[in-house]
């Protein structure tokens, strides 16, 4: 008896999702497996993904484009709750798992299968955040992880894998883990291991050195509807060309790189590097356009419940009642978050030198040191009188 009958399997094409495949048939006794590779901007690496997973024993082999619903229902309310993990990481990683969990669910759940698996190793947050979220969508289906189970090291994983015909990496493999998807890339081992090590130039595909960086600067104007993104330079443009035509525009300039020591949930601080040109810049014009439209209280109070949803997010808790809450509140924050944000790209720096908003709440003629300055002046000092009230007496009575 196996630990499952039908298996779907997240697939990357990489060597050890493709051993997950003989792996679960012959030492899980899992009798099919279905395996799964979600389109998530990824690139050229899907293309022979198809074929590759049908060599190596899948019964059947599933291409999902997400990319869409990457970008609107995960990267844009990321965006609006200006999630920047630890203050720098997007979550591009982490934002892409919840996606593939549900893909994986309802493909398991539309082919009869009674388990899902994964590739993850059990030090890292991915584990988690597969395992949570398929748990959420879907309790009564089993999650395989075998790649934490067998213990082999990449050589034997490689062998295992040759014996089923699975080919050894044809390039000598990169000595680096890469995640990457519309959001951004995530490197992380090899030389980076060692956090005094500088990056070496070649770990970088989205964003340019700021050295090759043009040396003029470029002016981008990114349009908000209700805090979402959807225009460039006066253009509307779809979720998906937006992301890639600002991740473009500004990683030609060198911006939206982050070398970081960064708290897993797992307990490991790991030292990651990240380029994700477009949500860096994203999130900081979003910001932006918040402090012209909301109120000071609302601004402050959300910063608190970023934090919180920037955690549960990166945490694997993308589903979870917690969370839902918070989006509603945030949903609630934003319908007055429209206009445009203009940033002035030059050499790694995205500095945000205008904003205007048909709801903004900035008032010249209060704000205003010139002549039409309609603030009440005298009303400020009862206001003081009142406000440092509670200040007077404790200086009056004891100063400790
Ligand atoms: N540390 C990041 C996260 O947990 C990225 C992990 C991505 N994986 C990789 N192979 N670099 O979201």
């Not at 039908?6 to 493709?18: C, E, I, N, Q, R």
């Not at 493999?173 to 500088?198: H, M, T, V």
């Not at 960086?213 to 349009?223: D, F, K, S």
């Not at 006066?234 to 300039?253: A, W």
């Amino acid at each position: 008896m196996g630990r499952a009958k039908k298996v779907v399997l997240a697939y990357s094409g990489g060597v050890d999702t493709s051993v997950c495949i003989p792996y679960l048939q012959h030492e899980w006794g899992v009798e099919e497996v279905i395996t799964l590779a979600a389109d998530l901007g990824q690139g050229d690496e899907l293309e022979p993904v198809k074929e590759k997973a049908l060599k190596s024993g899948a019964s059947e082999s599933l291409v999902a484009d997400v990319k869409e619903s990457f970008v609107q229902d995960y990267a844009f309310p990321a965006i609006q709750a200006n999630a920047l993990y630890e203050n720098r990481y997007p979550l591009g990683t982490a934002l892409a798992r919840p996606l593939i969990a549900k893909v994986l669910v309802e493909t398991a759940q539309n082919y009869g299968a009674d388990a899902i698996a994964h590739g993850c190793t059990g030090k890292g947050n991915d584990q988690v955040r597969f395992d949570v979220s398929c748990t959420a969508l879907n309790p009564k289906l089993k999650i395989l992880a075998p790649a934490r189970e067998w213990g082999m090291s990449r050589e034997q994983t490689i062998a295992y894998g040759e014996k089923f015909g699975i080919p050894a990496p044809v390039k000598k493999s990169s000595p680096y883990s890469i995640d990457k998807n519309l959001l951004g890339r995530s490197i992380e081992a090899g030389i980076l291991e060692d956090p005094a090590n500088e990056p070496p130039e070649e770990i970088y595909e989205m964003t340019k050195a700021v050295a090759d960086a043009p040396n003029e600067p470029e002016y981008l104007e990114i349009g908000f509807e209700k805090g979402i993104p959807v225009a460039i330079n006066g253009t509307v443009k779809t979720p998906v060309q937006l992301i890639q035509e600002i991740n473009t525009i500004v990683g030609n300039h060198g911006i939206g790189r982050i070398d970081m020591i960064e708290n897993r949930l797992v307990g490991i601080k790991s030292r990651e590097i990240y380029e994700s040109p477009a949500m860096v810049v994203l999130i900081n014009a979003h910001r932006d356009l918040e402090s012209l439209t909301l109120t000071a209280d609302v601004t402050q109070y959300k910063r608190g419940l970023e934090e919180t949803y920037t955690k549960l997010v990166y945490n694997g808790l993308w589903y979870s009642p917690l969370k839902n809450a918070i989006d509603a509140f945030i949903q609630q924050t934003q319908i007055r978050v429209s206009g445009v944000v203009r940033l002035k790209l030059f050499k790694g720096n995205a500095t945000i030198v205008g904003r205007c908003s048909e709801n903004t709440l900035y008032t010249p003629d209060l704000a205003t040191y010139g002549a039409e300055d309609q603030f009440d002046h005298k009303a400020a000092e009862g206001f003081i009188y009142v406000w440092g009230l509670p200040t007077r007496i404790w200086a009056q009575y004891n100063r400790d």
